[in-house]
């Protein structure tokens, strides 16, 4: 893998390893020789991408092990991870009962959702609990302040923490910046919100959005890579699903990253792509990951003035697009607008503690 160091192919041998079990086709690596300091290395790769789980799980393939103490330690995080992620999916399980008593549709979107797919659910990292309410949303206030249950509204989203879990209501799966698009989204999603297809178009409609706004990490990639290869998917329906939402070009070089460095995917809906655009994807995923968005937040956190908080935002998101104008044209140029227009409108977050 071009640029990659020994401790970055290891990474990816042992994530491929947790995602899809011995392959024959996978190259016999040279693990001789590795340190505490290397094994530590690796483990903070998964850590910062997210997949610390499923790298653990593949290193459980290999006769190689790092020291007791270390690997007692990774297992020991790994049965935390479980604990966490049935904590979480019954948390999901008692939600959408609960709404549903209340005659409010709703499901639950990645998570325990996308997990499903994965060979070792309980594997993949765990995260906010995000639920999809369908029909009822108008109630949905009236229903959290019955229970009392205190929760805060950020921009369009219910967000609440119940029981130890961070819980996230939104009015629909995933959103587009260009508004002709976003509503060719929503008439999808009104018409066919069953289809494992655009289940998975959301996945890549989601990923896409956050490598433009911040960056993403292999959680959300490997998310995409276990549905292409476990799911069954309609091809000729997911393509045009991909074309109808202005997808083509992004998931072809998504479908690249996957094929050279997660692999496993026997047959990709489209061709996957291989070209500086692939590498600039890379770049984004591999050395930003959720790392940019921490940083974000504690650099608007440390400009004192709105002014230059604003200032700060705009210089850096225009920069963003500017070079992400090749991976995804109308959201590229749509996003500031959007921004701008959301900023017009006002910072709608509205904190109800209903239990008072």
Partial sequence: MENMGRDEELFFHFLRLGLWGEEPDEPGYDMTGLTRDDWCRIYDMGHRQAVSGIVTDGIAH?????????????????????????????EGTFWLESLEEAGIEAEVFKGPSVAHWYNRPMYRSYGDLDIVVHAGWERLEEVLQKWKLPYRVEHEDVVLRNRGVFVEFHRQREYLYNPVVHNRLTQLLHAD?????????????????????YGIGLKQVCDVAVMLRNASLDRKKLVGILRELNMIRFSRVLFGFIDVYIKGVREFPLRPLHDRNMQLLRNIIWRDGYLLKMEREQCSENKRTVAGRVM?????????????????????????????????????????????
């Fill in 62 to 90: 290999c006769g190689v092990r790092p020291d007791g103490e270390l690997w007692g330690q990774w297992i020991a995080q790994l049965i935390y991870m479980e604990r966490m992620n049935s904590r979480i999916a019954n």
């Fill in 193 to 213: 919100k069953e289809g494992y297809e655009l289940y998975l178009a959301c996945l890549i409609l989601h990923l896409r959005r956050h490598v433009l706004t």
């Fill in 312 to 356: 700060g935002n705009g210089f850096f998101w225009l920069k963003r697009c500017s070079l992400l104008f090749g991976l995804m044209p109308d959201e590229a140029c749509c996003f500031p607008l959007y921004m701008v227009w959301r900023r017009l409108k006002g910072s709608s977050v509205k904190s109800v503690n209903a239990a008072l």
